[in-house]
């Protein structure tokens, strides 16, 4: 239960929280990890579907970074084979819309209940669920066979393997302690708590029932996303995409919460956009493009301070390969603008509507965790 204390505003006197650090680290860490994934493609004669390879490297190492050191390569083992399985699933259901819509609201529901047995299996089912999003709405899944996907897939998974032997190896060789979640000192706090934590099989199981919050969330994500994905699958409108993404990223347990991610990243998108636009008035597409990397980086080292930040610069990225090919940039920016606000609407509606809750009074429940509340913004 939340006390009152632990949810008061900070007296002047008092010290303020501390901010969310930039991350330097995941940004030295992502981009040489999807590197080594689309070399991976590129070996295989695949380099124009490399983000699928790509995608699988960064998911697996992103888990094995997140896991406690002691069970390192069994996260990486764990999101690596069901991100490969998802890419393949995406090959094999993406060309009949009612199996997309299904595939979809499957992988959505169930990461979001397996998300409730702790914060690495949080994350875990955000990658799970992002690795059959992306490749089947993305137009990776569409252009190859169901043996290429596997081929792609392995590739990601030889990549990430180099990637995490060269963690380890470099871990070694600074000499930092092998024990406690990666990157993080658990201060002793396991030794502290008296009772054992309930097994993932519990906490799953205690979830698997509609008087539960978490369940009637994961209901709401599965239903809202399976239909866009269907949409998605039957049309090919690459704006529905668009669309589908914002609802995956808005969408939060509650509704606060929800309002929160929806403002911050249409704001975000918009600073994105508009700055793309205009740029692209008097600079060629070839510094835009260029300008859309650097400003990725500086999203992603800004991701857990601030998600207005991180969108924009995705955005911008965006806006700046679409637009490009055809010099289009103000009406790229527009339509990420609108489809934005759209599947904005769309996940606020569902969260009103869909199953809701009634009992959420500023107090969130302690088993209820959104798919991006690691990053807090």
């Known amino acids: 239960m939340t006390t009152a204390a632990a949810t008061a505003e900070p007296s002047p006197g008092e010290a303020q929280p501390e901010k969310a650090p930039l991350q330097w680290r995941l940004l030295a860490i ?48 764990i999101v ?46 955000i990658l799970v669920s992002m690795a059959y999003l992306i490749p089947a709405a993305t137009g990776i899944a569409r252009s190859i066979s169901v043996a290429k996907a596997a081929e792609l897939g392995l590739a990601g998974l030889v990549a990430a393997a180099i990637a995490i032997g060269a963690i380890l190896a470099i871990t070694a060789i600074k000499g930092e302690p092998a024990d ?54 039957a049309t090919e409108n690459h704006d529905v995409f668009w669309i589908m993404l914002t609802i995956f990223i808005v969408l939060q347990p509650d ?50 301070r601030s998600y207005t930040v991180f969108a924009a610069g995705i955005s911008f990225l965006v806006v700046a390969i679409f637009g490009a090919s055809q010099n289009q940039f103000v009406n790229w920016a527009a339509l990420r603008i609108v489809d934005t606000l759209i599947g904005a ?24 965790s959104g798919p991006d509340s690691p990053s807090g913004s």
Not at 190 to 213: G, I, K, L, N
Request: with cysteine; net charge positive; hydrophobic share 55%.
């Open 30 to 77: 992502a981009i040489p990890v999807m590197a080594l994934g689309f070399g991976g493609a590129a070996l295989i004669g695949e380099a124009k579907n490399g983000l699928g390879a790509a995608l699988i490297a960064m998911f697996t190492v992103i888990a094995a970074v997140a896991s406690p050191r002691e069970k390192l390569w069994r996260g990486a083992a």
């Open 80 to 125: 690596g084979a069901s991100t490969f399985a998802m890419l393949i699933l995406a090959t094999a259901t993406i060309q009949t819309p009612v199996l997309a819509g299904l595939s979809m609201f499957l992988v959505a529901f169930l990461g979001t209940i397996i998300g409730t047995a702790g914060q690495a299996l949080s994350v875990a089912g």
């Open 180 to 233: 406690g979640p990666a990157g993080e000192d658990d201060g002793g706090a396991a030794q502290e708590s008296q009772a054992p934590a309930p097994s993932v099989r519990e906490q799953v199981r205690a979830a698997m029932t509609f008087r539960d919050a978490t369940f009637r969330y994961a209901l709401r994500r599965g239903i809202a996303l399976g239909i866009a994905m269907g949409v998605y699958a």
């Open 255 to 304: 509704p606060a919460s929800s309002w929160h991610k929806a403002l911050s990243r249409s704001a975000g998108v918009m600073i994105g956009a508009v700055l793309v636009a205009g740029l692209g008035q008097f600079l060629p597409a070839e510094a835009i493009i260029g300008l859309g990397v650097l400003t990725l980086c500086a999203g992603l080292v800004w991701m857990q």
């Open 345 to 368: 609407a769309i996940a606020l509606l569902v969260g009103y509507i869909l199953f809701p809750d009634r009992r959420w009074d500023g107090k969130p429940e302690a088993a209820v």
